[in-house]
């Protein structure tokens, strides 16, 4: 007989952080330059187009943007300093992709550290 251990608040918040560094992850990975400038740095982000707070994306490859550390947070244009311009970016070179990601992003509530747990069993097998 199998013995389920009880499931923590801390393992919920443990599971949400693996699955979106995952994601993030195979998204560099994927990309290996900054989706905005084209830049071949050595450290590139995982950005997200809609927020973590909305837990139905967190872990969604199509939420997030592989960019480099001046077109995420430190150059006048990017998507923290100027998220006005980035979204006209985004809208101009993903048309429609910010729609598709929120519609996903909207109906969720949050997941528990079992649905934490399998969405970052499903990216670690999609390598």
Request: with cysteine; aromatic share 10%; hydrophobic share 30%.
């Amino acid at each position: 007989m199998k013995v389920l251990k009880p499931i923590f608040k801390k393992d919920r918040v443990k599971w949400k952080k693996k699955a979106i560094a995952e994601a993030k992850k195979q998204v560099r990975e994927k990309f290996r330059k900054c989706q905005c400038c084209g830049n071949e740095v050595r450290q590139l982000h995982g950005a997200h187009i809609i927020p973590v707070d909305f837990e139905g994306t967190a872990a969604d490859k199509d939420n997030i943007l592989c960019l480099c550390s001046r077109c995420h947070a430190h150059d006048k244009n990017s998507c923290h300093k100027n998220p006005v311009w980035f979204t006209d970016w985004l809208e101009r070179t993903f048309p429609g992709r910010k729609d598709r990601v929120w519609e996903k992003a909207k109906p969720c509530t949050n997941y528990s550290a079992v649905e934490w747990k399998e969405i970052y069993d499903k990216l670690e097998a999609e390598k």
